[in-house]
């Protein structure tokens, strides 16, 4: 975990598993909305294909892959680094075939997905990670696969959250993603309004 120790200067936390715990222990976890965000809500309901391998990292509650079992998705990974809210949720969705629930880091996670979706994970990360989080979701990824969901369009005084412009995530991702999508949110909820960009981004192929 060494790795995720922040060196930027607006960052003086080490953002490792035991400061995400604490939060969760402490009950200060002021990201979590208590359901699925809308925008990835409207985005989940033009999905056809119900098999998709989809990965949610620094998943949290879950409320996103709660939206996704109930609506028919069978193919879901979650993960987050802190152990109070994985005993969570691996408790509500126990016997549930369609859910694998993994308590690990989302940088040493291995898989292949057609589909991640970033909910409050990217902003959470230290910025000095940011590059190496583009690396790794395109490692993730399959062939065409898609990193969809919200990054923020504002700054903050101090973080986490980290937050950013389109302008900087452009930059960011273009040698790792087609843009399929990077518009302001007009469905975001009420304290996010104005602050939030919907990305739909194809992972490039290299070869
Ligand atoms: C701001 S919270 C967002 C949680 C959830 N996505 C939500 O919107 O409610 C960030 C989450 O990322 C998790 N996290 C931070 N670093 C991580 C890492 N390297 N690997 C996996 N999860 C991580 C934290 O434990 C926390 O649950």
């Not at 691996?90 to 016997?95: D, G, H, T, V």
């Not at 490692?139 to 700054?155: C, H, P, S, V, Y």
Request: charged share 25%; proline share 5%; net charge negative.
């Amino acid at each position: 975990m060494s790795d995720l120790k922040c060196s930027d200067t607006s960052c003086k936390k080490q953002l490792d598993a035991t400061y995400w715990e604490a939060q969760y222990k402490a009950k200060s976890t002021g990201w979590d909305l208590g359901q699925v965000s809308p925008p990835i809500q409207e985005y989940i309901d033009k999905i056809t294909d119900k098999k998709k391998r989809i990965l949610i990292p620094g998943c949290g509650n879950s409320y996103e892959a709660e939206y996704l079992l109930e609506h028919g998705f069978t193919n879901i990974t979650v993960i987050d680094i802190a152990p109070t809210p994985v005993t969570v949720i691996k408790e509500k969705f126990k016997n549930n075939p369609n859910i694998q629930i993994v308590l690990g880091d989302f940088f040493e996670h291995q898989g292949n997905y057609d589909l991640i979706i970033e909910q409050t994970f990217f902003c959470a990360l230290p910025p000095t990670l940011r590059e190496k989080y583009v690396w790794k979701m395109h490692q993730l990824l399959a062939e065409d696969g898609i990193l969809a969901g919200l990054l923020f369009n504002r700054t903050f005084d101090s973080g986490p959250p980290f937050g950013g412009s389109k302008e900087e995530y452009e930059k960011l991702f273009a040698d790792a993603f087609d843009f399929i999508k990077m518009d302001l949110c007009d469905n975001s909820i009420a304290p996010r309004a104005n602050s939030e960009l919907f990305i739909e981004l194809k992972k490039k192929s290299l070869t």
